[in-house]
T-cell receptor, first 111, second 112 residues
Framework: EDQVTQSPEALRLQEGESSSLNCSYT??????LFWYRQDPGKGPEFLFT?????EEKEKERLKATLTKKESFLHITAPKPEDSATYLC????????????WGAGTKLIIKP | EAQVTQNPRYLITVTGKKLTVTCSQN?????MSWYRQDPGLGLRQIYY???????DKGDVPEGYKVSRKEKRNFPLILESPSPNQTSLYFC???????????FGEGSRLTVL
């Protein structure tokens, strides 16, 4: 069965303390992996797409990487405004129209 | 400004009273989708549409209907709402396929 698992469920960091969020996946064939950010009570906001192992994407303090089994979202020197829930989703090769979503990691950055 | 607009944003209703949540996008996207989000269950897809007059079921379609008569609009219809449909609903759209989605602000629905 295709599955996406995110860890940890929640992560508390001090401002400036770098860390990584994990998204591991078990799918029959990967078409793409997507990272989203969701603020409380709002819709998810698209961050990155990764298609193949070894690929990396960066945006400000965020960098997403992909291996054959998992993806990491690295957060460098985070600020309080980076606090949000980060969602990972996978599109399998057979389907262009559906995503398998992880449960998310709630990130809290303390000033 | 590119956006996906949902209405209403908040609604409290009673069991059995039909309601429609509207969704409109101004980006000429072909693909549109409805999700519900519940604590501990994450995002679950209800229905999606690949283009005008083309729709298909997602993971949790029971109790919901959709239509896609125009490219920009994709309303979600609850014919006879029940309390287990109390949830936060999101509409999303993209150029093609399910990957890089633009989400609406959400509609919080409570069924008493």
């Amino acid at each position: 069965e295709d599955q996406v698992t995110q860890s940890p469920e929640a992560l508390r960091l001090q401002e400036g303390e770098s860390s990584s969020l994990n998204c591991s996946y078990t799918v029959s064939g990967l078409r793409g992996l997507f990272w989203y950010r969701q603020d409380p009570g709002k819709g998810p906001e698209f961050l990155f797409t990764l298609y193949s192992a070894g690929e990396e994407k960066e945006k400000e303090r965020l960098k997403a990487t992909l291996t054959k089994k998992e993806s990491f979202l690295h957060i460098t020197a985070p600020k309080p405004e980076d606090s949000a829930t980060y969602l990972c989703a996978v599109q399998v090769r057979d389907s262009n129209y559906q995503l398998i979503w992880g449960a998310g990691t709630k990130l809290i950055i303390k000033p | 400004e590119a956006q996906v607009t949902q209405n209403p944003r908040y609604l409290i209703t009673v069991t059995g009273k039909k309601l429609t949540v509207t969704c409109s996008q101004n980006m000429n996207h072909e693909y549109m989708s409805w999700y519900r989000q519940d604590p501990g269950l994450g995002l679950r897809q209800i229905y999606y549409s690949m283009n005008v007059e083309v729709t298909d079921k997602g993971d949790v379609p029971e109790g919901y209907k959709v239509s896609r008569k125009e490219k920009r609009n994709f309303p979600l219809i609850l014919e006879s709402p029940s309390p287990n449909q109390t949830s936060l609903y999101f509409c999303a759209s993209s150029w093609g396929g399910a990957g890089e989605l633009f989400f609406g602000e959400g509609s919080r629905l409570t069924v008493l």
